[in-house]
């Protein structure tokens, strides 16, 4: 068997640290009137969404500030033993919540994406001309996990919306 196989310690870690993240996202939202519902998460989708009267399927990731250079990292295999399918393959999610965390894991800035648009334009216009991409392999958690960089000044600006996520408060824990 592979050195590169799943490790239950550092997905235990990794599910931490994004649950920390949600809760400050959450707070975020809160402050913006959005309500978040993860109950009715599924393989297909993480969260879903309300504001306004309107409700859609949200996938979130969560990324630390520190290790971004720019980009948004697609995740393409889950688990290259396997051949699991990553989520930019398997999410039926109408939005990407792309979230820029600190040490601390509280959100800093957030790209909306409409990623049917997005992944649309990824697969047809961006990866015909761009056939030599970047990848990048994580060989932590669910063992060798293969991600393309997309770098953010490339995506047309009308597939997503930036927002600062600072908010006053803290939520201790």
Same mark, same amino acid.
């Given at each position: 068997? #592979?050195?590169?196989?799943?490790? =239950?310690?550092?997905?235990?870690?990794?599910?931490?640290?994004? #649950? &920390?993240?949600?809760?400050?996202?959450?707070?975020?939202?809160? !402050?913006? =009137?959005?309500?978040?519902?993860?109950?009715?998460?599924?393989? =297909?989708?993480?969260?879903?969404?309300?504001?306004?009267?309107?409700q859609f399927t949200v996938e979130e990731k969560f990324r630390r500030i520190e290790s971004v250079r720019g980009d948004? @990292?697609?995740? &393409?295999?889950?688990?290259?033993?396997?051949?699991?399918w990553g989520w930019f393959t398997k999410t039926t999610a109408e939005r990407l919540a792309y979230v820029l965390c600190?040490?601390?894991?509280?959100?800093?800035?957030?790209? #909306?994406?409409?990623?049917?648009?997005?992944?649309?334009?990824?697969?047809?216009?961006?990866?015909?001309?761009?056939?030599?991409?970047?990848?990048?392999?994580? !060989?932590?958690?669910?063992?060798?996990? @293969? =991600?393309? #960089?997309?770098?953010?000044?490339?995506?047309?600006?009308?597939?997503?919306?930036?927002?600062?996520?600072?908010?006053?408060?803290? @939520?201790?824990?």
């Open positions: 068997m #592979s050195e590169y196989r799943s490790n =239950n310690a550092e997905m235990a870690a990794n599910q931490d640290n994004e #649950s &920390i993240a949600q809760k400050h996202l959450d707070a975020f939202w809160k !402050t913006l =009137n959005v309500t978040v519902d993860r109950d009715g998460a599924c393989k =297909n989708f993480d969260a879903l969404y309300r504001y306004g009267g309107v948004v @990292i697609l995740e &393409i295999v889950q688990a290259l033993e396997s051949m699991g600190d040490l601390e894991w509280r959100p800093v800035k957030l790209y #909306s994406f409409r990623f049917g648009e997005l992944r649309r334009w990824y697969l047809t216009e961006y990866l015909p001309r761009h056939r030599m991409g970047t990848y990048v392999c994580s !060989t932590y958690g669910y063992g060798v996990t @293969i =991600n393309l #960089s997309l770098p953010l000044k490339e995506i047309p600006r009308q597939f997503y919306k930036e927002l600062s996520c600072a908010i006053d408060e803290d @939520i201790p824990f």
